[in-house]
T-cell receptor, first 111, second 119 residues
Framework: SQQGEEDPQALSIQEGENATMNCSYKTSINNLQWYRQNSGRGLVHLILIRSNEREKHSGRLRVTLDTSKKSSSLLITASRAADTASYFCATDSLYGQNFVFGPGTRLSVLP | GAVVSQHPSWVICKSGTSVKIECRSLDFQATTMFWYRQFPKQSLMLMATSNEGSKATYEQGVEKDKFLINHASLTLSTLTVTSAHPEDSSFYIC???????????????FGDGTRLSIL
């Protein structure tokens, strides 16, 4: 069963704008991770947020986690055309289950 | 950072052929590696968890006789798609965790994937 559910499924913005993607999950987690995938490539780890953290930053990325709502958001500020990719959240369950990936958000940043 | 190498990146072969895909952790030891399958514009579906020195754990619905997994060393896992047919065409991705860095709160490190096309 799918744990993480991203929304929107697809997002198209202009270069320089901010992009926000959301992820919801169902069970208790150790941490939540965001990954990026360029077309036809493997996944690149972006950021990990632990269950006791509420917000984390890395460069132009900002991730929030609300464990009461079982949701997370990924904000990419000042987007660039090179940010065009699919973004996935994945949850690391408390109960030893393996990573479960959401369906992903396909982000298109137009120059 | 941790690097996972997956080979080959692209395979085209005839129906009935068996295809082996290798996944190597280059600068860390991976007691556990994961194999995923991904269809176009879809998310990753976990196929199996590969444990060094023991049998792989397959997810429900994945045929273990069809997708043979071997994890003979701490740095290498292989996935063999046996007697491949067109419906096995897909993008296969492996990943590994560096458990020496701690069992939890560690990211997975992914290979670049293998695009398998069965004619």
């Amino acid at each position: 069963s799918q744990q993480g559910e991203e929304d929107p499924q697809a997002l198209s913005i202009q270069e320089g704008e901010n992009a926000t993607m959301n992820c919801s999950y169902k069970t208790s987690i150790n941490n939540l991770q965001w990954y990026r995938q360029n077309s036809g490539r493997g996944l690149v780890h972006l950021i990990l947020i632990r269950s006791n953290e509420r917000e984390k930053h890395s460069g132009r990325l900002r991730v929030t986690l609300d464990t009461s709502k079982k949701s997370s958001s990924l904000l990419i500020t000042a987007s660039r055309a090179a940010d065009t990719a699919s973004y996935f959240c994945a949850t690391d369950s408390l109960y030893g289950q393996n990573f479960v990936f959401g369906p992903g958000t396909r982000l298109s940043v137009l120059p | 950072g941790a690097v996972v190498s997956q080979h080959p990146s692209w395979v085209i072969c005839k129906s009935g052929t068996s295809v082996k895909i290798e996944c190597r952790s280059l600068d860390f030891q991976a007691t556990t590696m994961f194999w995923y399958r991904q269809f176009p514009k879809q998310s990753l579906m976990l196929m199996a968890t590969s444990n060094e020195g023991s049998k792989a754990t397959y997810e429900q619905g994945v045929e273990k006789d069809k997708f043979l997994i071997n994890h003979a060393s701490l740095t290498l896992s292989t996935l063999t798609v046996t007697s491949a047919h067109p419906e096995d065409s897909s993008f296969y991705i492996c990943s590994a965790r560096d458990f020496m860095a701690g069992a939890y709160n560690q990211p997975q490190h992914f290979g670049d994937g293998t695009r398998l096309s069965i004619l």
